[in-house]
């Protein structure tokens, strides 16, 4: 394996791109494979997958060559498109295929759960959007991937923190490759500057980014009269939550817990409600219960009016002109940390999501499931030199927003939280968007969390109970 990843460490850095290009998009027909003007990668490059593949896989042939993946994105390449590592691995391995079964967002579900019932199910689903489980497994949409995918292996020894927080009912239900962080920091280094406050990135490497030091920056920095304002976004309620290290839904031993009366939920709520009290947030009550102007993300930290954002990384991944809401980043403006950590920790928590897939019920060929998998796993870092390059050309990040970058992936790699809000019911879903606004209400509507535990936890308690109690062995439809 040491060998292995020598092969791969900077593979592709200026002969692709990642095959999740496409993602997003809805184009495409039902039945479609890669496209026939896809381009594969350079022969030479080539050669180095097969060897690793060699050295590294079982490369027994697949008796069914073909997998379906249901999505409202096409996996495969679009037209144009450079092959991905993994699907060219996959191909040239395995003579394996990925057929693309079109849905859409909106219904997404239905449809899965319709193909399910007809006997007619896909392969393997995204798990990516975090609303998959454990509902599906709930409702016996997707079944355990144990049986096919050696998780106890040295090629999936770097996922084993991401795949055990998705065990539901004894079984491990994601294959994800990696922990992908949920939210960051955002903020302006111009408006750090001309402030005279102390840069948080320097805080973070000097173990000094807490919640004392960002209350204090957050209350000097707010001037309601001028519109400058500590915090803004839709996230930076559930980013400052989880910075206790709690999710408010989480799993334990394979069963979903409701934790709105953990202790660390507790200290972490009161903190929020009184940056509340200190009224550091964007007036969503005098914005028709928006963010700031008309929504655009980032929109107040380029124009040096709001100290921090939380957001995912996504927020900031673009082409300059894309993310120009945030500042100038070709002139270093925009930078982020993770959320602080707690005064009385010593870890930095990053909320998380994943990047890996769910088997579906009955799927027609999880043995080729778990090859593209396993293909997924070996070509993980070929696939981040070619996200590296894109950070670093298209997206122009500096050597600061690189490092910290790696830094933010390898603290949600290393102890993954995942919250589950809205991956069990609308209800809870509904429930828990109540819930987690509870003490950052801006005009006037923030409660104590003690009066928010009163008034939800029962509710909450019996949606958690109830989908605990009742996992089907057949699936229904949604």
Avoid at 171 to 179: F, K, P, R
Wanted: hydrophobic fraction near 35%; charge should be negative.
């Amino acid at each position: 394996m040491k060998m292995t990843k020598r092969f791969l460490a900077g593979l592709f850095a200026l002969t692709m791109c990642v095959g999740m290009a496409a993602c997003g998009s809805d184009s495409g027909d039902d039945g479609k494979e890669s496209s026939v003007n896809a381009k594969e990668i350079a022969q030479e490059d080539k050669d180095k997958l097969n060897e690793a593949a060699q050295n590294a896989l079982d490369t027994t042939e697949l008796k069914n060559k073909t997998i379906k993946f249901l999505s409202h994105w096409d996996i495969n390449p679009s037209d144009g498109g450079v092959v991905g590592a993994d699907l060219q691995m996959f191909k040239d391995t395995y003579d394996g295929k990925i057929e693309y079964i079109q849905t859409t967002w909106e219904n997404r579900y239905v449809d899965l759960a319709k193909a399910v019932m007809a006997n007619d199910s896909p392969d393997f689903f995204s798990a990516m959007d975090m609303d998959g489980f454990p509902k599906g497994a709930i409702k016996a949409m997707f079944e355990p991937i144990d049986d096919y995918v050696d998780l106890n292996s040295e090629l999936w020894a770097p996922a084993k923190a991401t795949c055990d927080a998705f065990v539901f009912n004894g079984g491990h239900y994601v294959a994800g490759i990696q922990s992908y962080p949920q939210y960051v920091c955002v903020y302006n280094t111009k408006t750090i500057e001309e402030n005279g406050l102390d840069d948080p990135a320097e805080l973070y490497w000097n173990d000094e980014w807490t919640w004392s030091k960002f209350t204090e920056m957050c209350t000097e920095f707010t001037n309601q009269e001028e519109e400058k304002v500590g915090l803004d976004g839709w996230w930076y309620a559930a980013a400052l939550n989880d910075t206790c290290g709690v999710p408010l839904i989480g799993l334990k031993d394979g069963k979903l817990v409701n934790n709105m009366d953990d202790p660390k939920v507790a200290k972490v709520q009161e903190l929020m409600y009184n940056l509340g009290k200190n009224e550091v947030f964007f007036d969503r009550a005098s914005n028709n219960w928006s963010i700031r102007g008309d929504g655009t993300t980032g929109l107040g930290v380029g124009t040096y009016q709001t100290l921090f954002y939380p957001v995912g990384l996504w927020g900031i991944e673009g082409t300059p002109e894309s993310v120009a809401a945030f500042g100038d980043v070709e002139a270093g403006e925009i930078m982020f940390v993770p959320m602080p950590r707690m005064d009385d920790s010593d870890t930095y928590w990053v909320t998380s999501r994943v990047d890996g897939y769910l088997l579906c019920k009955n799927a027609p060929n999880p043995e080729g499931f778990a090859a593209f998998m396993n293909c997924r796993m070996l070509t993980l870092s070929a696939a981040d030199e070619i996200g590296r390059k894109q950070h670093i050309e298209d997206y122009k990040w500096n050597d600061d927003m690189m490092k910290m970058r790696d830094e933010v992936i390898k603290l949600c790699n290393d102890h993954p939280l995942y919250d589950f809000q809205e991956g069990v019911s609308e209800e809870l879903k509904s429930t828990m968007e109540n819930v987690r606004q509870a003490t950052v209400l801006t005009g006037g509507g923030a409660t104590t969390w003690t009066q928010c535990v009163e008034e939800n936890k029962a509710k909450v308690d019996y949606l958690i109970k109830e989908a605990n109690e009742n996992i089907q062995s057949e699936p229904t439809a949604e």
